[in-house]
């Protein structure tokens, strides 16, 4: 109830605010929703490609759309998790974001 509650507050400050979710990473589908009245972000933008300048996205703003990660349940990958934006992320965090 808490987080649900936190979430309303955040939405009413940050109106226009999105998660990104990359085609098959199994990280936004955990925990699944209502875990322990888990909520996940109900806007986002889904790359169901390599993310690389110019690639297409699909924008959901309802909560679970299959038309965005939800759609990719059967099929999930953390090596999607850790490329974004054409960048290993790993890589990234560790020279400081500069590489």
């Not at 955040?10 to 699944?32: C, F, G, K």
Request: some cysteine; proline content about 4%; hydrophobic content about 25%.
């Amino acid at each position: 109830m808490w987080l649900k509650l936190s979430l309303t507050r955040v939405y009413a400050m940050l109106p226009q605010s999105y998660r990104i979710t990359h085609s098959h990473d199994i990280v936004p589908h955990v925990p699944t929703e209502g875990f322990e009245s888990y909520y996940h972000h109900r806007n986002e933008v889904f790359y169901d490609n390599d993310m690389t300048p110019g690639s297409t996205y699909v924008e959901c703003d309802a909560d679970e759309s299959k038309s965005c990660s939800d759609g990719n349940l059967l099929d999930l990958s953390v090596k999607d998790h850790l490329h974004y934006f054409n960048k290993d992320v790993s890589g990234y965090g560790a020279c400081g974001c500069t590489c």
